[in-house]
């Protein structure tokens, strides 16, 4: 076979090539034409979210149902001051003595060499504060003395108090340390804050042992809904 016949061979070999192909390519395109266009089917699977892990479907529970719980009652206990506010005034047989009837005649001393006549039922157990003058005014026994010889009204006995015990004090002030009768919400009712003196005998301030209170009476808890009731497992 010569060269020119090989080469004419070899051109007819190549276009039946690209005929066959273009009949392959346009079935292919009729059959994918004829098919209806597929939707992307949702996954199963839950999708990762951006940092990787997969994203959890959210679960929606309604809440479990709750009997209603009262409010404890403190009708029983007592909420009388553990002590009575006592003034200054000396009160003896249906008498009130105003504290200068008595001590203006009498001169301030820190030592007293014999009994008192009067105040017999006083005990003085209050640390180092031996004498009377340690909290009352040498020269006006209405009122107490503060470290610089000035008056405390006798309505201010609480910063009496405060010249030595600072840190209680500020306790007091903050609702810490001592005692509060009514309501803590003031929108309620009244709230009253007791003083020093009200629960400690300025003489002998620390307490004698006490009995405990009883504990508060809570209401008995309602029933819960049942499940029949439509109310849930309430678990």
């Given at each position: ?8 061979l ?16 346009g ?19 839950s999708s ?15 809440l ?17 001051p ?24 009498l001169p ?13 039922d ?8 031996r004498f ?9 026994r ?30 007091w002030?903050a ?23 009200q629960c400690?005998?300025?003489h ?6 006490m ?25």
């Amino acid at each position: 076979m010569t060269r020119q016949r090989r080469w004419c061979l070899a051109w007819v070999c190549g276009l039946m090539l690209l005929v066959c192909r273009g009949d392959n390519t346009g079935s292919a395109g009729a059959v994918r034409a004829a098919e209806p266009a597929r939707q992307p089917e949702a996954s199963t699977a839950s999708s990762p979210a951006p940092g990787g892990l997969p994203k959890l479907p959210a679960v929606s529970r309604p809440l479990a149902s709750q009997p209603p719980v009262g409010l404890p009652d403190d009708a029983h206990l007592d909420k009388t001051p553990p002590r009575a506010t006592k003034g200054l005034d000396l009160v003896k047989l249906g008498w009130t003595y105003n504290c200068m009837e008595c001590h203006k005649l009498l001169p301030a001393r820190w030592h007293y060499d014999r009994p008192m006549v009067e105040h017999q039922d006083i005990r003085l157990e209050h640390g180092n504060n031996r004498f009377c003058l340690n909290c009352h005014h040498p020269t006006n026994r209405n009122a107490f003395v503060d470290y610089d010889g000035s008056e405390i009204a006798e309505s201010d006995v609480v910063l009496l108090c405060a010249k030595c015990h600072g840190t209680i004090y500020r306790d007091w002030q903050a609702g810490v340390h001592g005692r509060h009768n009514g309501y803590w919400d003031t929108r309620r009712g009244p709230r009253t804050k007791l003083r020093c003196i009200q629960c400690h005998d300025p003489h002998r301030p620390a307490f004698p042992s006490m009995r405990p209170l009883p504990p508060l009476r809570y209401p008995p808890r309602a029933a819960r809904p049942s499940a029949s009731a439509g109310g849930g497992s309430g678990h």
